[in-house]
Nanobody, 119 residues
Framework: QVQLVESGGGSVPAGGSLRLSCAASGRTFGNYAMAWFRQAPGKERDLVTSIDWTGTITYTLDSVRGRFTISRDNAKNTVYLQMNSLEPEDTAVYYC????????????WGQGTQVTVSS
């Protein structure tokens, strides 16, 4: 499995922006679909957005569409989440996840990074 390390979380006021990064190591990054999930206190972990190994975005949560953008740089083994126009409802721990192209399950997870948006 691939090892994942997220960075870039923090506290911002509503309307602000953050860019999360997820660095992968251990396996061929280009064989993996990548995703960002988030989990708010007392809630289930939700898929926010995903991208396949070619760079095609395969899913975006309705509530973040037009505000969040996932991208990847296979040369740097890194996936990004650009978050603009942040809202207090975006407050959560954000997790990076990886899925082999032959698998249907995200089996590799990062440790998570906290994003806090104040009103």
């Amino acid at each position: 499995q691939v090892q994942l390390v997220e960075s870039g979380g923090g506290s911002v006021p509503a309307g602000g922006s953050l860019r999360l990064s997820c660095a992968a190591s251990g396996r061929t990054f280009g064989n993996y679909a990548m995703a960002w999930f988030r989990q708010a206190p007392g809630k289930e972990r939700d898929l926010v957005t995903s991208i396949d190994w070619t760079g095609t975005i395969t899913y975006t949560l309705d509530s973040v569409r037009g505000r969040f953008t996932i991208s990847r740089d296979n040369a740097k083994n890194t996936v990004y989440l650009q978050m603009n126009s942040l809202e207090p409802e975006d407050t959560a721990v954000y997790y990076c996840a990886a899925r082999l192209r032959s698998d249907s399950v995200f089996r590799s997870w990062g440790q998570g990074t906290q994003v806090t948006v104040s009103s």
